[in-house]
């Protein structure tokens, strides 16, 4: 079958999205629509003492301005983090208060503290900033490894010392003996460098309040629209489910910062209710680097230890992580759940102890992006085994392989059971397509153009598939991770997909159709895929963490089975065979070894004409199914990363990248790919590019392109894209997930290259040229220029 | 973007006439940074006198031995240009290399000059080549022209036509773009011609684009890159931000050096 699991289908919706006609939530208007621009304040941390909106409400267009006051007043809720984690002491996090609007206390520049309702956009804009805001200005802590420090500033009452949690994984005193009884033990301090996530379409919202209906309709830019509703509703007190309706429509990438539900879709909403127009806000790229969830922010030290074998005998880490001045919905998930237990890596490890320390600063909310802590997991495991590597004098891959992983399941001491997976295997590939052994005159040549070339490997898994949901909750988790789906026939045998994922990138349009075209035998153009519209699907879950395909297509499969069951009866009844004899190909259902067959469609007519179905059964072909993986999905990589350092300059260039990735089952070979070079494009980023940085007032340094630094085109190399498939067991599919691989597995090669380039351990990401500079004068490295 | 009046004059005159009737009016020479610092609301003009519709503001032609760039010729078009490849290829190759094509297709040389963006690439070459800045009024040196971060000796109203470059013998520019503007964190134009020996600096002054003495005395006795290892090029008035320190700047003066002779 030309279009089935396996095949490279050209994606359905790019007709769309490459002739401009794709929808966007920028792209609706509303009759009655206004605008909102929201006041937001300058000061990183200050006291609220008044708001004087007098001079804006006298500006053209303006119809109202609305502060935190009348939305406390009017019952809106304080904005809620869904994963509640429990320190090591047993107390409970702490969560501080956190209004759509504020009203007592700014804490980080961007917090909204008002909104203007005009006309247009640009009167709203120009009236916001005629609001005038009386400050009295807080000393500031805009930096995680000064959040803790004695006599900083208090952000939050209820959080002593800005400290949120003190969490713990693992066994410290089994750790703690495996590090003293090593042969050798490295030592490695690490930061993570803090990232905006910068999908091309920035936040938008268009709210609408039927008062005849007491009806809220949200579009809005949701990786999740049915949690975003679920959250509006019981948490913000916006509507009850039954009266908000959420659509998220084509919506220009997440990364996961698409996932939250933030102040300005909540302030709209209520918004349109006070103002009873519809109200539209779209984020401009400034605000998106002022108030889009930002990422990473970890500073970590951690020790390996070794046996004279080169056997890992512990590792200990201590971090602590950043979560900004609020917590948003999935912050505190990310440096614990989502970080600590992928600290195994592909090795076999009897010993691991993991210490988070997270806390408030004065910089905008900290949650997932691309990755959510195992990235930072990863950066650190691979670092740790390349630089021990080097230590100990061992080949970097020889050290690893004499600590992978060979038999599945494995259960680690750090919560995880791999399902499945082949590291021997994948290394070889990556080894081979790299052409590992043939780096030396690759090198040699380099030096004769004056160039440091450099090898670095990372060999990676991570958790994807969020996630089996009992496990989720009883690591504290406050909803289930499972996902749901319908499977329509159509009376003439077209089929409808309503699947609780979202697609905002990935392709879902066509990858969800292979799976019914290669299971039904019909062709792809005729399987339609319906999401993102809280009227249409039944709840779902949405989309991040890799599970649309573990978790999304697995509900698809269930409600297919459903379906092909009746399927089997119908034709069995019809044309007066056993069950048993019934094969579904080549589009018709089939008496095997006989010419008695019903086309496709004919069934389905025959599902909804009911004249002659088998006593008792139901009219109609149509199936819903919830999935709950039973295990989270486990794929694994190895990435190769050659870089040329300019020693005159600093500059890195990447010169050759290889993967050998495995994840499991591969639905479209061209769409993997394309997730692949995305992802290691956004692992290459942050390993040499990208950095947030606020100064010591708090101020965002870096609020536009001109100062952030996205990677281009030109930034990367052609990538070598391997794949090496063990199906996991844990869903029907034997599928993985492939989003996060790349921005998962790329930091540490990249690094790893380039200090095997410049001769020193001792770098930080991003590696700017200034950065890679100052590593090599501080290694002495002559300098050719001078 | 605060409401804005939009012009475009076919003469020099009108756009002289309607740039004095303005209450604050700007000339809008390509809006590669006007623009974006419009909608950032931070500038607001009540005019934009677009002058690249005027005759004779957009192309090159060589006259005798001087190359003349009409005001309002976008990067790509110096870039293509078959006269600045033929008679200063330095010149054509500095505008081939400056931001990215959408800028270089809407940003002009004239726009670049009036901004004076302290990292900006034209204003090394026009120091280096020691060019001539055509207004509306007037002929100004490029010695007397650029006259710190973002001032220059342009008066209220006046609006460069042309600029004048005498063909130099040698002459090129190399840049160590900024990663994430790709304007110059260091640009260094180095050139000789019939204004003798001169090399400017972009991106690195505390006080704008410079030239720099103990280059220059090098490259006079000793045209060639190695003449430039024993030079001294102080950190002192350079800039440090997040992408480079002044030291980092020092040290990238001279490589840049080094490498526009090596091209040139």
Request: with cysteine; glycine share 10%.
């Amino acid at each position: 079958m030309s279009s089935g699991i396996g095949k490279s289908v050209k994606r359905k919706e790019d007709k769309r999205f490459i002739t401009g006609k794709g929808r966007y939530t920028d792209d609706h208007r509303m009759d009655n629509q206004a605008y909102a621009a929201f006041v937001r304040s300058s000061h990183a941390h200050a006291r609220v003492k008044g708001i004087d909106a007098s001079a804006a409400r006298e500006m053209p267009g303006v119809i109202d301005v609305l502060d935190g006051h009348q939305l406390t007043a009017d019952g809106i809720g304080n904005i809620i983090c869904g994963w509640a984690i429990t320190s090591k002491d047993g107390s409970p996090m702490n969560m501080g208060a956190w209004s759509a609007l504020a009203t007592e206390k700014v804490r980080y520049v961007g917090d909204a503290v008002a909104v203007v309702i005009a006309e247009t956009q640009s009167q709203a804009r120009i009236a916001a900033e005629a609001v005038e805001v009386d400050y009295e200005e807080l000393p500031v802590v805009a930096h995680v490894a000064k959040a803790g420090a004695e006599g900083a500033p208090q952000i939050h009452d209820n959080a002593p010392g800005n400290l949120i949690y003190d969490w713990e994984l693992g066994d410290e005193a089994a750790t703690d003996k495996g590090l003293a009884e090593a042969a050798h033990v490295t030592t490695l301090d690490v930061t993570q460098n803090r990232l905006s996530p910068n999908p091309m379409e920035p936040r938008s919202a268009i709210a609408t309040y039927d008062d005849a209906e007491e009806h809220y309709t949200l579009y809005t830019t949701s990786q999740n629209p049915h949690v975003a509703r679920l959250v509006l509703s019981a948490f913000y007190n916006v509507a009850p489910e039954h009266k908000l309706r959420v659509i998220a429509p084509d919506v220009g990438g997440g990364f996961g910062a698409k996932i939250y539900i933030y102040p300005e879709e909540i302030t709209c909403l209520w918004a349109s209710m006070k103002t009873n127009r519809s109200i539209k806000w779209t984020s401009d790229r400034g605000e998106a680097f002022m108030t889009d969830a930002h990422a990473r922010d970890h500073v970590t030290t951690a020790k390996m230890g070794f046996d004279s074998d080169g056997k890992i005998t512990g590792f200990k880490i201590d971090t602590i992580a950043n979560l900004g001045a609020y917590m948003s919905l999935f912050s505190s998930s990310v440096p614990t759940y989502l970080y600590a237990p992928l600290m195994s890596g592909q090795y076999q490890m009897e010993n691991i102890y993991c210490n988070v320390k997270a806390y408030y600063t004065n910089t905008v909310p900290v949650d997932a992006y691309r990755g959510a802590g195992r990235p930072e997991a990863t950066y650190l495991v691979e670092r740790m085994m390349e630089t021990a590597a080097r230590e100990m004098g061992m080949d970097p891959a020889e050290l690893r392989r004499r600590n992978f992983i060979t038999e599945f399941p494995h259960q680690t001491p750090v919560l995880m059971q791999y399902d499945a997976g082949d590291f021997h295997t994948i290394l070889d590939k990556a080894q081979k397509a790299a052409d590992v052994a043939g780096f030396p005159a690759r090198k040699a040549e380099a030096a004769s153009r004056g160039k440091l070339r450099g090898l670095g490997y990372s060999t990676f898994i991570e958790a994807c598939g969020l996630a089996p949901s009992k496990a989720a909750g009883s690591l504290g988790a406050g909803v289930g991770l499972w996902e749901s789906a319908e499977v329509r026939v159509n009376p003439v045998g077209t089929v409808e997909i309503l699947t609780g994922s979202h697609s905002h990138g990935q392709g879902h349009e066509t990858t969800f159709a292979q799976i019914v075209a290669d299971r039904f035998d019909i062709p792809v153009e005729n399987v339609q895929i319906v999401h993102g519209d809280t009227d249409k699907v039944q709840f779902g879950m949405g989309t991040y963490g890799s599970r649309s395909a573990p978790v999304g297509m697995s509900a698809v499969v269930k409600a297919m089975d459903k379906v092909e069951a009746k399927v089997r009866k119908i034709a069995a009844h019809t044309l007066e065979a056993s069950e048993d004899d019934i094969v579904i190909e080549g589009g018709q259902v089939k008496v095997a070894g006989t010419d008695k067959a019903m086309a496709w469609h004919e069934v389905g007519l025959a599902a909804y004409i009911a004249h002659n179905l088998p006593d008792g059964m139901e009219p109609g072909l149509k199936e819903t199914a919830f999935f709950d993986p039973v295990n989270f999905s486990f794929p694994s990589g190895a990435f190769i990363c050659e870089v040329e350092v300019d020693p005159e300059t600093g500059h890195t260039e990447v010169v050759n990248f290889t993967s050998a990735d495995d994840f499991g089952t591969i639905i479209n070979p061209m769409i993997v790919e394309g997730q692949v070079h995305g992802g290691v494009t956004q692992g290459i980023g942050q390993a040499l590019l990208e950095q947030v940085i606020y100064d010591e007032d708090g101020q965002l340094l870096t609020g536009s392109y001109m100062d952030y630094t996205m990677p281009r085109a030109a930034d990367v190399p052609f990538f070598s894209v391997q794949h090496h498939e063990t199906p996991s067991p844990n869903n029907p599919l034997g599928v993985k997930g492939c989003g996060e691989a790349g921005a998962i597995g790329a930091p540490p090669a990249v690094i790893n290259a380039i200090t095997d380039a410049i001769g020193t351990n001792d770098l930080a990401m991003p590696a700017t040229p200034l950065a890679v500079w100052r590593a090599l004068q501080a290694a002495s490295k002559p300098i050719a220029a001078e | 973007m605060y409401p804005v009046k939009y012009h475009k004059p076919n003469t020099i005159d009108d756009a002289v006439a309607a740039l004095a009737a303005g209450e604050e009016a700007m000339v809008l020479a390509g809006g590669q940074t006007l623009l974006a610092t419009m909608k950032q609301h931070l500038a607001s003009p009540s005019d934009l006198v677009d002058i690249r519709g005027i005759d004779g503001m957009v192309g090159a032609c060589i006259d005798g031995d001087t190359l003349v760039i009409g005001a309002a010729t976008t990067h790509a078009e110096v870039a293509g240009s078959a006269v600045v490849r033929k008679h200063c290829p330095g010149l054509a190759a500095l505008a081939g290399n400056i931001g990215d094509p959408a800028v270089r297709n809407m940003g002009t040389i004239g726009g670049s000059l009036a901004n004076n963006d302290p990292a900006a690439c034209y204003p090394s070459a026009m120091l280096a080549l020691g060019a001539t800045i055509v207004t509306n009024t007037r002929q100004i040196s490029a010695d007397d022209y650029f006259q710190g971060m973002f001032a220059t000796a342009l008066e209220e109203g006046e609006i460069i036509t042309s600029v004048r470059v005498d063909a130099p013998a040698k002459a090129a520019y190399a840049k160590f773009a900024q990663p994430a503007s790709l304007f110059a964190l260091v640009g260094v134009f180095v050139a000789d011609g019939p204004h003798g020996v001169r090399v400017a600096v972009t991106g690195a002054g505390d006080d704008g684009v410079f030239r720099h003495a103990g280059l220059e005395a090098a490259l006079a006795s000793d045209w060639s890159a190695g003449a430039l290892d024993s030079v001294d090029v102080s950190e002192d008035g350079l800039i440090s931000d997040i992408h480079g320190s002044a030291d980092y700047r020092a040290h990238l003066i001279k490589v840049m050096a080094k490498r526009a002779v090596a091209a040139a």
